[in-house]
């Protein structure tokens, strides 16, 4: 599977840094893709914080792992978590 990864850096509640990768079909619009990376603030906690095109901007395509692409048939994206995502 061909996907598009989306380098992300999102300012968190308490000042630090988020950096994650935002991995999804290649053919998915950015729009879709700035709403999975909200999924995700809210899962960890930092909903509400801002997550426009500024801070999510396509980096390069590339073949799915294994791994990527089956969360990809479950959940539509998949999460690379860089550093500060904890």
Same mark, same amino acid.
């Given at each position: /599977? =061909? ?10 509640k308490?000042g630090? +840094?988020? *950096?994650?990768?935002?991995i999804?079909? $290649?053919?998915?619009? *950015?729009? =879709?893709?700035?709403?999975? @990376? *909200? #999924?995700?603030l =809210?899962?960890? !906690?930092?909903? @509400?914080?801002?997550?426009? +095109?500024k801070? %999510?901007?396509f980096c *390069? +395509?590339?073949?799915?792992?294994e791994?990527? #692409? $089956?969360?990809?048939? #479950?959940? !539509?994206?998949?999460i690379?978590? /860089?550093? @500060? %995502?904890?």
């Amino acid at each position: /599977m =061909k996907v598009a990864v989306y380098d992300t850096y999102v300012v968190k509640k308490n000042g630090a +840094t988020m *950096h994650f990768d935002i991995i999804v079909p $290649k053919d998915q619009p *950015h729009e =879709k893709v700035i709403q999975y @990376g *909200h #999924e995700y603030l =809210k899962r960890v !906690g930092q909903e @509400g914080q801002p997550l426009t +095109t500024k801070e %999510c901007r396509f980096c *390069h +395509t590339e073949e799915a792992s294994e791994d990527v #692409e $089956k969360a990809i048939n #479950e959940s !539509g994206y998949y999460i690379y978590e /860089m550093e @500060g %995502c904890d």
